[in-house]
């Protein structure tokens, strides 16, 4: 992982702009796809904040300074993506239209991304899907995408001790919802 990492640096240095965003594409857009879908729960939305996470990552390239591996700015980015994407009028609006026709799309999207995505628990992963946003974003950063306690932090913009804290209620929250689902005590 960390070579993958290394050699997404030295490209920015040595290849055109273009270049380097298909390499991220490639190297990154599926993962970033299931990060986004996993705060939006809606698959066309999740394509549109995703293709915006990577119009930003194009405009904003020259910015990145390598403080941190490129992986970890492009999460970054990917989160403030997916946080600014549920606070819009846009999502308001189709959650009140959604509520008002007595559909769940979210449910149905959910259910299309487990049939693609076979390799995950599906049961746990139905229980996550259903935790608080701030509970949701720190077991998949922490469990699902084995970033440390310190990096989620700052992906989070969170202190590590509320970081410990919001993993902790999210376990156990995490396993009455798996309960609930009928998965094993």
């Known amino acids: 992982m960390e070579k993958e990492n290394s050699t997404a640096e030295f490209d920015l240095q040595t290849l ?3 270049e ?3 390499r991220l594409m490639k190297q990154y857009g599926e993962e970033i796809k299931r990060l986004v879908f996993s705060f939006i729960k809606n698959w ?3 394509e549109d904040v995703t293709q915006d996470v990577f119009i930003t990552l194009y405009t904003k390239l020259d910015t990145f300074r390598g403080d941190s591996a490129i992986r970890s700015w492009i999460y970054s980015i990917a989160i403030n993506k997916s946080k600014d994407y549920l606070k819009s009028w846009n999502y308001r609006k189709m959650l009140l239209t959604d509520k008002l026709k007595g559909e769940s799309s979210s449910e149905k999207d959910a259910l299309e991304f487990h049939v693609i995505s076979s390799s995950e628990d599906q049961l746990l ?3 996550v899907l259903h935790l608080p946003l701030k509970y949701r974003e720190v077991i998949l950063l922490h469990y699902y995408k084995e ?7 700052e992906f989070l913009s969170l202190k ?8 902790s209620r999210a376990r156990k ?3 009455d919802r798996y309960i609930e689902l009928g998965g094993e005590r």
């Open 20 to 22: 380097v965003l298909i």
């Open 44 to 46: 066309p939305q999740t």
């Open 125 to 127: 992963y139905q229980a």
């Open 16 to 18: 055109s702009r273009e």
């Open 173 to 175: 929250l995490l396993h």
């Open 160 to 167: 590590e001790a509320t970081v410990k804290t919001r993993l």
């Open 147 to 153: 970033f440390s306690v310190r990096e989620t932090s």
